[in-house]
């Protein structure tokens, strides 16, 4: 099982719901990440787990909350987003040795109304 | 922060013909290598190849290879014999910290 699942793959919330980004992988990879992709821009990191624990926060607006129950799950909460939060969120997870990359979700389009 | 460029916004190719994208990296730290992703419309990034920094050889995989120049520190894409499905973005990237820093990316399309 060699991929990441991200759910769900399109989502639309008004901007005073609360929602959730689900992602889970099976490789047991101990490292992963949210990353934030705006329309023909490159992915910018939002947050690392490493062994279930936060070990960065971009520093991220605190309407973005992460949870990473086990090893094999990252969940990203959402409340009281902004229309600019609309976006594409993807979802990694590495080996803790990076130099083997990071396998990538297939993403959840986020718009914000 | 190490900084990767991609200098072509936008690629096009004929279906059966070879290209060529370009990256550069700006650090002399080798303790990683630098990879390529694909990005369909889907938005799924897809891992295409990896050259590590102490390979003597090019990299390759497929219809994918690596032109590595050290030196230069430049390790471009060159995809051969282009398929319409080939028709995406193209980024470079480079592990640093608990991040992987990206290129801004090459939209390549694949003319019929």
């Known amino acids: 099982d060699t991929e990441v699942t991200q759910t769900p793959k399109h989502l639309v919330m008004g901007m005073t719901n609360k929602k959730s980004l689900k992602c889970e992988q099976h490789m047991g990879h101990r490292a992963m990440y949210w990353y934030k992709q705006k329309a023909k821009k490159p992915p910018e990191l939002m947050f690392v787990y490493s062994y279930e624990k936060l070990s960065i926060n971009e520093s991220v607006p605190s309407r973005f909350s992460p949870e990473c129950p086990n090893s094999s799950l990252l969940n990203l909460h959402l409340h009281a987003l902004q229309p600019e939060d609309s976006a594409l969120y993807l979802c990694?997870?590495?080996?803790?040795?990076?130099?083997?990359?990071?396998?990538f979700g297939s993403g959840t389009r986020l718009t914000v109304v | 922060a190490q900084k990767i460029t991609q200098t072509q916004p936008g690629m096009f190719v004929q279906e059966k013909e070879a290209v060529t994208l370009d990256c550069t990296y700006d650090t002399s730290d080798p303790s990683y290598g630098l990879f390529w992703y694909k990005q369909p419309s889907s938005g799924e990034m897809i891992f295409l190849i990896y050259?590590?920094?102490?390979?003597?050889q090019n990299a390759t995989e497929g219809r994918y290879s690596l032109n590595f120049q050290k030196a230069r520190k430049s390790a471009n894409l060159v995809i051969s014999a282009s398929q319409l499905g080939d028709s995406a973005m193209y980024f470079c990237?480079?592990?640093?910290?608990?991040?992987?820093?990206f290129g801004a990316g090459t939209r390549l399309t694949v003319k019929p």
């Open positions: 990237a480079r592990p640093e910290g608990n991040d992987m820093r």
């Open positions: 050259q590590g920094s102490y390979d003597q």
């Open positions: 990694a997870s590495s080996r803790q040795n990076r130099g083997f990359g990071y396998t």
